[in-house]
């Protein structure tokens, strides 16, 4: 699959989420911005060996191995200002701020951990029988099992949080985001993990 019709894909996606809706600027230039930020976590993806598609080329996800000390501020300030620049605005920018301090502080402080950056299926592709959905998750469990670390994500749609638990994701924590909408923070932890403890 061409990388121009995966970035088209994931733009189309971010147009159903919430928090894409939220931090892109409603002005004319929409639909650009959209684009542009498609771009951004695609090409990011692609750089870190970090993007799945599903077999039938209708699901995409990114999954990024990473850890807290991954976090560096003056490296993804370029980045992070092109964001601001062609996608948010600045005032939106500030809230975004604000709200990613508490969203990082429920990812693990230590160690590494596969983060669920994003997961998205065409609407054509999607319902239990479809079986794109599982095909993804076993692929998610498959490199949280091989690497043996634990997996996040989050969402602020209840039915995808529901959708993650029947998965066999674990719902750990609910917030009140700003917006007015609940966040669900959500994790597997491979057997191996468990047996640990």
Not at 33 to 45: E, I, N
Not at 66 to 84: A, C, H, I, M, R
Not at 116 to 130: N, Q, T, V
Not at 168 to 187: A, I, K, V
């Amino acid at each position: 699959m061409e990388r121009e019709e995966i970035i088209q894909n994931v733009a189309t996606l971010l147009k159903e989420i919430p928090s894409s809706m939220e931090v892109v600027k409603n002005d004319s230039k929409r639909d650009q911005r959209f684009q542009y930020l498609a771009t951004h976590m695609v090409d990011k993806a692609l750089e870190k060996d970090a993007l799945i598609i599903s077999e039938n080329q209708k699901g995409f996800a990114i999954l990024f191995k990473t850890s807290k000390k991954d976090e560096n501020f003056w490296k993804e300030l370029p980045e992070q200002l092109g964001l601001v620049w062609n996608v948010t605005g600045i005032k939106k920018a500030l809230k975004i701020l604000k709200t990613q301090k508490f969203i990082k502080s429920q990812r693990p402080q230590e160690g590494e951990y596969l983060y669920c950056w994003f997961w998205g299926i065409l609407e054509d592709s999607r319902g239990a029988d479809k079986q794109v959905g599982k095909e993804m998750k076993d692929e998610f469990y498959r490199q949280a099992n091989l690497y043996n670390i634990p997996l996040y994500a989050e969402t602020r749609m209840r039915q995808n949080s529901l959708v993650y638990q029947r998965f066999g994701f674990e719902l750990f924590n609910e917030w009140q985001h700003p917006s007015g909408d609940t966040m669900y923070f959500l994790r597997y932890i491979p057997d191996s993990l468990k047996t640990k403890k």
